[in-house]
């Protein structure tokens, strides 16, 4: 029995002996296992990382007879060409070689990125669209695309939408940022905010409006705390409050000074002297024009016209009330007066025929119809503005140009205008050191209008006002006849 079970034990050592000198000799297996098997895309012109494979060599026999074996890795994928690359791993234990492949796929399946300018300060007034502050759009295999960005406003929300030319798409979301800061602008219509001054017994009508840079016009919110009374001599403060639809309040408090009507005191002439001259009237503002006058003891000189003979009467007012009367024309048509000198002093004479029914006397003060320097008489009459200039020094009559042009006459309607042109012109003959002789027109209701603003501006700057007279500083223009 004892050697029975030696025989046993013999023989089955020897089988074990050449199971495992089998096993060494012929039973390995080489395993490849990739890494993230599911890899199977890349990005066009991103970075490709490859994550790689891993291998190891194992007994078939005995697996637990195993270890690692190097990966070696052949051909590439380039992300900068669209391509199906094949990736392989190889790996070799002994005589014995393997290989695993990957295959790879380069697209472009991404969109643009849109990349949004924010400015920290910016933002948006309720009720107003948005500013657009920048964006740009680059895409990886398009370049800068910002060219083909959409935008979309929804709400308080903007949408930038960009493509590609393979058809990708991106879309980037901004919220609209929404305030209102400011309170609204108070404007006064007289051009001042802190401060005005009126004479007493004027009409203070100086309007305010409001308006808010998110709601607009909001002058129906103003509140006003203060009155004046413009027939009493003093100091008015009134405050105008407003407030906007988000709270933001203005508060301005503007003082109207109520103060002494000047008034005229002529003085000798000299180069703070000022001519106010009427033409063509009188006329329908005539009378108007007087009380304006009389209002701030002021003289003028009318170049009187019978070309309205409802107001002729008027020509005897301006007389008893001390203005100058004078000749400017009877029918005031050029065709007719220019026609030759004697029609011009046949016409002369009519209208002085009408001012001495009107006020007693004859005058010889007078103004050319256009003036001296006219050339539509040239029309008519070749050279008659020559031969009239010599012969109204030679009858002993006196005429009168201007230095001074409104631009009444045709260079504006509006009432603002002639004052800035009257001031204008008064100045720069005052600075020359020579009176100032002003062209105006009764029968014009805007240069009537502007007429109590010249005299005030002219008092309050130490001008006088006077009517011409035969021995005034005379203005003539150069002979174009």
């Given at each position: ?113 849109i990349s949004l300018t924010y400015n ?260 008519y009459c070749p050279g008659i503005m ?96």
């Amino acid at each position: 029995m004892k050697k029975t079970r030696y025989i046993i034990a013999a023989l089955s050592a020897a089988i074990v002996c050449l199971y495992v000198l089998c096993a060494f000799l012929f039973g390995y297996r080489i395993r490849i296992t990739l890494k993230d098997p599911f890899l199977t895309s890349a990005e066009y012109g991103e970075t490709y990382y490859d994550p790689g494979a891993s291998a190891e060599v194992r007994n078939i026999l005995l697996p637990f007879l195993h270890h690692r074996l190097k990966v070696s890795v052949k051909d590439q994928v380039n992300p900068s060409r669209e391509d199906t690359y094949t990736v392989a791993y190889t790996a070799s234990y002994r005589n014995h070689t393997k290989t695993a492949k990957r295959k790879v796929t380069v697209k472009d399946t991404k969109g643009p990125v849109i990349s949004l300018t924010y400015n920290p300060d910016y933002y948006t007034l309720y009720n107003h669209p948005y500013e657009e502050e920048g964006y740009q759009a680059v895409d990886l295999r398009d370049g800068d695309v910002t060219a083909s960005v959409r935008s979309e406003t929804k709400g308080k929300w903007i949408y930038y939408t960009a493509e590609d030319s393979a058809g990708n798409t991106s879309t980037y979301i901004r919220a609209i940022p929404y305030d209102d800061r400011n309170g609204p602008v108070l404007t006064f219509s007289n051009g001042t905010v802190e401060e005005e001054t009126i004479y007493v017994g004027s009409t203070w009508n100086t309007a305010v409006t409001a308006n808010d840079d998110s709601d607009g016009d909001v002058t129906s919110s103003i509140k006003a705390e203060g009155q004046v009374d413009a027939g009493t001599i003093g100091d008015y403060p009134v405050t105008y409050i407003v407030t906007d639809s988000h709270g933001n309040t203005t508060a301005v408090t503007h003082t109207v000074h109520v103060r002494p009507l000047p008034v005229n005191k002529p003085a000798g002439e000299d180069s703070k002297t000022i001519y106010l001259t009427f033409d063509d009237g009188p006329g329908p503002y005539t009378a108007e024009l007087l009380d304006i006058l009389d209002k701030y003891n002021v003289k003028a000189t009318f170049f009187t016209t019978s070309s309205k003979p409802a107001y002729t009467s008027m020509i005897g007012e301006e007389y008893r009330r001390g203005h100058t009367v004078a000749i400017h024309t009877y029918t005031h048509a050029y065709s007719t007066i220019y026609a030759s000198a004697d029609a011009y002093w046949n016409d002369f004479n009519a209208q002085n025929s009408v001012i001495a029914e009107e006020t007693g006397s004859t005058t010889t003060i007078f103004r050319f119809p256009g003036g001296s320097s006219n050339t539509v008489s040239r029309t008519y009459c070749p050279g008659i503005m020559t031969e009239l200039t010599k012969e109204a020094s030679a009858k002993g009559y006196t005429y009168f140009d201007w230095n001074v042009s409104s631009g009444d006459a045709g260079g504006t309607t509006d009432t603002d205008q002639v004052f800035e042109n009257v001031k204008a012109g008064v100045e720069q003959c005052s600075a020359y050191g020579v009176p100032s002789v002003v062209l105006q027109h009764d029968i014009k209701d805007f240069s009537v209008n502007a007429v109590e603003k010249i005299i005030q501006w002219g008092l309050e700057n130490g001008y006088h006002f006077s009517a011409l007279t035969a021995g005034s500083h005379v203005t003539h223009h150069g002979v174009n006849n």
